[in-house]
């Protein structure tokens, strides 16, 4: 079992040399690799909502579990289950252990239903209905793995891929960079760092807000007083020059 505040896969041990897999972390779970599919949700560079931003939003879990279920091809097999991953922002970029799934069944989305991250028309696609298994439960978001060069392949067997794991963290957040220098894209702003979201949402006054299509830049700040900077990136949407939204904006701070 791994235990430390984070680990190296590789031993140290003179004369040996190891790489923990996480095929390693199931056997020691009780869980036949054989049986299990490794999905990685990353984002592919469209502007909007992340699938990291949504996970880290209030009921975030549970907008990724339903974004999961729906599979415009037959990615999954009843009867077996998946383990997750999502890819954090930079610089980290990380490929995250969110949860391990067993697919009870399947069926199709309702017509007009929508994309719960995107809002996407998956009306007929496939629906899996899948439930969630605990037994790696202590490794849910602390314990990331090295996905490999195939990062376009997001869904892959477990007993075929040794992947090693990278990390395995008690998630303290790094220091805020300081105002002068905090930078952002917009979209990510609801994937920040929980101890980031908290200062920021301490803080009000003037920011820069720059186009990153045409790099113009105006400054900007809340429309109202008592409103901080973090909810007004969340949920305002600054008119400027050359962009009627946030959607493919960056914030700097200036305070």
Known sequence: MLCSNEVSPYGTQANESFLITFNDILRSAGVDPTNVRLVRHHDTGRRGPTIYGAFRSPDGRRLVEEYQRVQHRKAFVVGELVA?????????????????????????????ARDPIFGDDIGGMNRYQM???????????RL????????????QRADRQAKAIRALSDQEDPPFPGFSQFCVDVEQVPGLYA?????????????????????????????????????????????????????????????
């Open 144 to 155: 990331s793995i090295d996905w490999g060069p195939g990062t376009r392949a997001w869904n």
């Open 195 to 255: 101890t980031w979201q908290q200062l920021l949402r301490e803080v009000k006054g003037i920011y820069v807000l720059v186009d990153k299509d045409t790099g113009s830049s105006t400054w900007d700040r809340p429309r109202a007083k008592k409103v901080s900077w973090l909810d007004s990136w969340r949920t305002h949407r600054p008119g400027m020059a050359g962009t009627s939204n946030c959607a493919g904006a960056r914030v700097r701070g200036i305070r």
């Open 84 to 112: 997750s991953f999502i890819v954090t922002p930079r610089p980290r970029n990380e490929t995250l252990f969110i949860g391990l799934y067993r697919v009870a069944s399947i069926g199709l989305c309702d017509a007009g």
């Open 131 to 141: 439930v969630r298994d605990n037994r790696l439960l202590q490794y849910e978001e």
